[in-house]
């Protein structure tokens, strides 16, 4: 059973385009992690959000974890061609060692 | 240097064949995971380990077994290979200790094609 959806699944802006990316559960996830992968590379790590409501920005990037640590958000402002890759959610739910991945938003910015 | 480094980068093998992917850490992590990644999957866990006499079963172990030579070594092995173990392999580990205990470092993955 998938815990973890993301949506969309794809997404393909212009450059200069603002997105949000969601990351969905019915589960309570005791903190709750981005990361971004490239083609032919692993997973990179971007925040970790644990607090309900945390907001955490990194450059154009803002990532928001829901008050009730079910649901959390990316925002890319002004994206760019480097912004494309694959971005995934994922977490462990409160009380478990349970380390879920989402199904991934692929994300593509054309210049 | 990379802190973790998966040998092979790319494996073409026969179905049937024994083969093994290797993991190493610099980080002094003392968690190490095994995934596979498919098309529309997502990352699947296969196998983790906590610390070197600890072997945990993930969601899609069969198959597949585990090896934790020392804290920095993690090596996976298919015993007989078939064509539905192709996939992008990725090892990768996490710090027990401290708040950011779920956080997860990747090596850059092995290609396996199994033919």
Same mark, same amino acid.
């Given at each position: 059973?998938?815990? %973890?959806?993301?949506?969309?699944?794809? %997404?393909?802006?212009?450059?200069?385009?603002?997105?949000?990316?969601?990351?969905?559960?019915?589960?309570?996830?005791?903190? $709750?992690?981005?990361?971004?992968?490239?083609?032919?590379?692993?997973?990179?790590?971007?925040?970790?959000?644990?607090?309900?409501?945390?907001?955490?920005?990194? &450059?154009?990037?803002? +990532?928001?974890?829901?008050?009730?640590? &079910?649901?959390?958000? $990316?925002?890319?402002?002004?994206?760019?061609?480097?912004?494309?890759? $694959?971005?995934?959610?994922?977490?462990?739910?409160?009380?478990?060692?349970?380390?879920? +991945?989402?199904?991934?938003?692929? $994300? &593509?910015?054309?210049? | 240097?990379?802190?973790?480094?998966?040998?092979?980068?790319?494996?073409?093998?026969?179905?049937?064949?024994?083969?093994?992917?290797?993991?190493?850490?610099?980080?002094?992590?003392?968690?190490?995971?095994?995934?596979?990644?498919?098309?529309?999957?997502?990352?699947?866990?296969?196998?983790?380990?906590?610390?070197?006499?600890?072997?945990?079963?993930? *969601?899609?172990?069969?198959?597949?077994?585990?090896?934790?030579?020392?804290? =920095?070594?993690?090596?996976?092995?298919? *015993?007989? =290979?078939?064509?539905?173990?192709?996939?992008?392999? !990725?090892?990768?580990?996490?710090?027990?200790?401290?708040?950011?205990?779920?956080?997860? !470092? !990747?090596?850059?993955?092995?290609?396996?094609?199994?033919?």
């Amino acid at each position: 059973t998938q815990l %973890l959806e993301q949506s969309p699944q794809f %997404l393909s802006i212009q450059e200069g385009e603002n997105l949000t990316v969601y990351c969905n559960s019915s589960s309570v996830f005791s903190s $709750l992690q981005w990361y971004r992968q490239e083609p032919g590379e692993g997973p990179v790590l971007l925040v970790t959000v644990v607090t309900g409501g945390e907001v955490k920005k990194l &450059k154009r990037l803002t +990532f928001q974890f829901g008050d009730a640590r &079910k649901d959390s958000s $990316l925002h890319i402002t002004a994206a760019q061609p480097g912004d494309t890759g $694959l971005y995934l959610c994922a977490g462990a739910t409160s009380g478990t060692y349970k380390y879920i +991945f989402g199904t991934g938003t692929r $994300l &593509k910015v054309l210049a | 240097d990379a802190d973790v480094t998966q040998t092979p980068r790319n494996r073409i093998t026969k179905t049937g064949k024994r083969i093994m992917l290797e993991c190493s850490q610099t980080k002094g992590h003392d968690r190490m995971y095994w995934y596979r990644q498919d098309p529309g999957l997502g990352l699947r866990l296969i196998y983790y380990s906590f610390d070197v006499k600890d072997i945990n079963k993930g *969601e899609i172990s069969d198959g597949y077994s585990v090896s934790r030579q020392a804290q =920095a070594k993690f090596s996976l092995s298919l *015993e007989s =290979a078939i064509p539905n173990q192709t996939a992008l392999y !990725f090892c990768a580990t996490s710090d027990s200790a401290g708040p950011r205990y779920n956080e997860q !470092f !990747f090596g850059p993955g092995t290609r396996l094609t199994v033919l």
